[in-house]
């Protein structure tokens, strides 16, 4: 069982699991399941796109690290769609950073405003957010903010009387109690830190408000944005090394923080795995990349290899063309720090 005051160790190796039981495995396996024996009278457990035993399981876990209510969504987008879609319509004002995930922009410009919904964006700072509150219906935050790595300060955007959203993906709920801080509804992508491998795809929303969380369950399953247990399961089974994972992952950020030149503009926003620098066009960035034999080009971040990417490839952020996400895996740092250096003096 896991309780409040423990360490985070503790805490993600033991969620979700309740008691163990005499000839049982510490975690069930997974429940396939599509219809249900189900007698009598109607209940969510009928049909498995309303419920799950495997998404509960997880997402007790999750809810024991958040501190409210969680529901597991096929993806971070499909939980970003659940949390927005249902709740804001016609004359509703959503204020986001022109630098949200990409997706989230899409679902703002291609999807909102076309319900009648006006959305402001604005830089990702406290500031900028305060400004463009008044008369606003949600604030929705990323924090730290993905690729400018820019953090906002959680409690006095929650005291404001807009409803406050926060994307946490790049904090983890190890870093960041976003709703202990005030906030409405955490939001994360899974597909990161918290399944680590880089092989899911996985998102969840966490909440204490109950109409929202009911808002945003049955968008889940009329949408059918559901994730299958077998992901979910690994997900689960992920879970206890998120510590150790990110310490690791934080530990090399911090020496590739420290190893990295001032005149690469290194940025790091204090934990999780990412970090940013800057080479002096696309063409180095690419070559750099090219030569590191330990980091694999890749977008997405928050797994165990240590990965990056170029980031203005993709058109969706206004970064310098020689931009580097990088994405520090656990690795030895010597040898990742040997690596990187290598892979630049090269140039
Ligand atoms: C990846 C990501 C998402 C979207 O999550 P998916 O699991 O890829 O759908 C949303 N927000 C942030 C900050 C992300 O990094």
């Known amino acids: 069982m896991s309780g409040a005051g423990q360490g985070d160790s503790t805490r993600v190796v033991h969620a979700g699991l309740g008691d163990p039981a005499h000839g049982a495995p510490f975690l069930a396996g ?19 796109r309303t419920g799950n035993p495997t998404w509960s399981a997880y997402e007790d876990a999750l809810a024991s690290l958040e501190g409210g209510d969680a529901l597991v969504f096929a993806s971070g987008m499909a939980a970003v769609a659940a949390t927005l879609l249902p709740v804001l319509g016609p004359g509703d004002v959503l204020v986001a950073p022109h630098d949200a995930y990409p997706g989230v922009r899409v679902i703002a410009t291609e999807h909102l405003e076309r319900a009648g919904v006006e959305v402001r964006f604005v830089p990702s700072s406290t500031d900028a957010f305060v400004a463009a509150a008044d008369g606003a219906t949600v604030l929705w935050v990323e924090t730290p903010s993905n690729p400018g790595l820019t953090l906002v300060d959680i409690p006095r955007l929650a005291a404001l009387p807009p409803r406050l959203v926060v994307d946490g993906t790049l904090a983890t709920p190890l870093r ?25 795809v996985l998102g969840y929303a966490a909440t204490r408000d109950t109409e929202w969380l ?35 992952a934080e530990a090399n950020a911090r020496a590739l923080l420290e190893a990295l030149p001032a005149s690469l503009d290194p940025r790091y926003p204090g934990f999780g795995s990412v970090l940013t620098f800057t080479l002096e066009s696309a063409d180095a960035a690419q070559a750099f990349l090219a030569r590191s034999a330990l980091v694999a080009e890749a977008t997405s971040f928050g797994g165990v290899h240590s990965s990056a990417e170029r980031r203005e490839r993709w058109g969706t952020d206004d970064v ?8 520090a895996g656990i690795e030895d740092t010597t040898d990742l720090v040997e690596d990187v250096l290598g892979a630049l003096a090269a140039g």
Do not use: C
Not at 223 to 228: E, K, L, S, T, V
Not at 320 to 327: C, K, T, V, Y
């Open 30 to 48: 997974p429940v396939f399941q599509a219809a249900n024996h189900w007698v009598g009278d109607a209940g969510p457990g009928g049909y498995g």
């Open 320 to 327: 310098p063309p020689g931009l580097i996400r990088f994405s």
């Open 176 to 200: 960041q109690r976003a709703l202990d801080d005030g906030a409405d509804v955490v939001v994360s992508s899974a597909s990161k830190h918290l399944t680590g491998h880089s092989d899911l």
């Open 214 to 248: 009911g808002a945003m369950r049955s968008w889940r399953a009329i949408a059918g944005a559901i994730p299958g247990p077998f992901e979910v399961w690994l997900a689960h089974r992920s879970l206890p090394t998120l510590a150790v994972r990110l310490e690791r």
